[in-house]
């Protein structure tokens, strides 16, 4: 199954482009929570949503898009968890920091995962404890590695949080590197970094497809009391702070 969502993930990476490279602007609305939505975020969701329900008609989904009430889901054991279009903030300025991140729930575990990023031609994987970055049309295994000094990577919409700045100046020698989307947990999955801190606000569709490729190539996704970020279905979205890191 895990190929066939990877060409899923391809093909709402296409329909998010097709607006991308467009030479109109593009046309930003504001959701309840004041959070941007766009055209691509629709079009990559109904894209998603209609792969899914023909390939595992029997498992729910639950998409930033259109997500079910809590009555719906609230005893949901196995479920889709989708960010259509992870860091519309960063499609919106055309860098790139963009993702396509879907992930499977089981037990509230992220048991498999996918992070595409459309412009880079980039996707992450994580399947059955194994993980790999396919680029270029190879696949190659991806595995945390250890450095020093450490490469810290912060969220480039919120790398200035009091919080944050407190707690690097805390860790000693250190270097950072800022990006968007769910490619922070892929870079230290792929051992590019070593640790993801994040204080700011975050929903569950945000981190559990990045959450599985860097629990399988090997890392730590706790909050700050040292739990594992968990996906068990509850009312509200947001997850706690968390780190993402090799201990």
Sequence with gaps: MLDEICQLARDAGAAIMTIYTGDTPIDVGQKADDSPVTAADIAAHRTIIAGLQALTPDIPVLSEEDPPGWEVRRHWQRYWLVDPLDGTKEFIKRNGEFTVNIALIEAGKPTLGVVYA??????????????????????????????????????????????????????????????????????????????????????????????????????????????????????????????????
Aim: aromatic share 10%; glycine share 8%; with cysteine.
């Design 118 to 247: 459309p412009v880079l031609d980039v996707l992450y994987a994580a399947a059955d404890g194994k993980a790999w970055k396919e680029e270029q049309g190879t696949r190659q295994p991806i595995h945390v590695a250890d450095a020093r000094p450490p490469l810290v990577v912060v969220s480039r919409s919120h790398g200035d949080d009091p919080e944050l700045q407190e707690y690097l100046h805390s860790l000693g020698e250190h270097q950072t590197v800022a990006i968007g989307s769910s490619l922070k947990f892929c870079l230290v999955a792929e051992g590019k970094a070593q640790l993801y801190p994040r204080f700011g606000p975050t929903n569950s569709w945000d981190t559990a497809a990045g959450h599985a490729v860097a629990l399988a190539a090997g890392a730590h996704v706790h909050d700050w009391q040292g739990r594992e970020l968990d996906y068990t279905p509850r009312e509200r979205f947001l997850n706690p702070g968390f780190r993402v890191s090799l201990y």
